[in-house]
């Protein structure tokens, strides 16, 4: 089944993924109506957790958001973020720079994420991605990009994978302030340790480890 939506998800908690009961938090996930496939995300220097989910309609991934994610957030005590993408209207960009989810291949397994979104309202097909590929490709140990558009929001940013923590640092940093700067908007980036939740991600079908 394939994912039409993606959601992304943050718990405001500081936990070490070695202490994250992820084999019962996937069990509960996969259950969820639509739920396709998850990349568990595990902040670096934060250890805030989350990940970036498929799902099979963007009504599936609203009820995810709107209902399971929240009552999990409450059972944790913590504050949380989730937002919600319908990644048909990327599909094409997203391909192009060999993401997983639609069809791309990595030789190499991701050693980090690096999670964008740029305060502005863009309709993805306004977006100039196809000037943007290019330039990602020659970003150093960039692995593979899913784009992605808020839904009913029309922001923009991705999910990057990177070779190394070190080289998602570089993106994160050095990289995509100047980006954002040049469209003179705020923006918002999170580098995540990849390694640790590798075996958590495969539970959950994800694409980036199969």
């Keep these: 089944m394939p994912a039409k939506a993606f959601v992304y998800t943050e718990l405001q908690a500081s936990v070490p993924f070695t202490d994250v009961p992820w084999e019962k938090l996937n069990a509960a996930i996969a259950a969820q109506p639509g739920f396709v496939d998850k990349t568990w ?36 005590g ?21 993401a997983p989810h639609f069809g791309g291949k990595i030789t190499t397994e991701p ?7 740029v305060q502005v309202a863009v309709p993805f097909e306004n977006a100039p991605w196809r000037d943007r590929n290019p330039v990602l490709r020659e970003q150093k140990g960039l692995l593979s990009k899913v784009w992605l558009s808020g839904h009913n929001t029309n922001s923009l940013g991705g999910l990057d994978a990177f070779d190394t923590v070190e ?18 908007a705020a923006y918002y980036t999170r580098v995540f340790d990849a390694r640790v939740t590798e075996a958590a991600s495969r539970g959950l079908n994800s694409p980036y480890y199969l």
Aim: negative net charge; glycine residues 8%.
């Design 111 to 117: 050693g980090a994420f690096v999670y964008t979104e």
């Design 41 to 76: 995300l595990s902040g670096l220097g934060t250890h805030s957790v989350g990940g970036l989910y498929g799902f099979a309609s963007v009504d599936d991934a609203l009820l995810y958001c709107t209902e399971f994610f929240p009552a999990l957030a409450r059972d944790f």
């Design 167 to 184: 080289n998602a640092l570089d993106f994160a940093l050095n990289d995509f302030p100047k980006t954002a700067a040049a469209m003179n």
């Design 78 to 98: 913590v504050a949380q973020t989730t937002r919600v993408f319908d990644n048909q209207a990327t599909a094409e960009a997203s391909a192009a720079m060999d």
